[in-house]
């Protein structure tokens, strides 16, 4: 029993870096969480890159010693070394990720034509920063800047500021005593972008 336990410890702190650059990159990232089985995936193979990396390192700092003496390698060097490699592999990841850097080159040489965000409706918000129209189920729209909006388009709330509601003949009724207004992604019916030359009225 106290060697399935020892063992037990030992797997789990072999994985445990996999699955905290896994909570960092979907921490750091709109992307939805997968089903457990998926997560245990992934934190499988950041596991493997983690301890490519940290073979990697202990080789660099075996090699320094053999010049000067900076310390003497430990199982508790070792695991603060993997959890910093952790930490530092999900927030890389989960920055091209987030700037689509990594797709964008892909794209460029033909590899792919998707991006490196969840979903189209999140690449739409993203990539074209400007006002928006919103037009509700109940025929209204709502004209104004979206400082927050849903990630998944089935759920979630929009948060417009400087809102206006369009009246029927396109003119619009100002509301300057609002901060923003609220509106559930389920009132919407579909979303207009303005252009980004557009004067802010």
Partial sequence: MTDFTSDAVELLTYLLPGFTAAWLFYGLTSHQKPTQFERVVQALIFTFVIQVLLQLLKGLLISIGSIFTVGVWSDVIELSGSFLIAIAVGAIVAYFTNSDSFHKRLRQLGFTSRTSHPSEWFCAFTDHVTYVILHLKDGRRLYGW?????????????????????????????????DGVLIHVEDVDWVEFMRHDEKTR
């Fill in 146 to 178: 979206p400082k927050e909006w849903p990630i998944d388009p089935q759920r979630g709330q929009f948060y417009i500021q400087v809102p206006s509601w369009i009246d029927v003949d396109g003119k619009a009724i100002d509301l300057p005593q609002l």
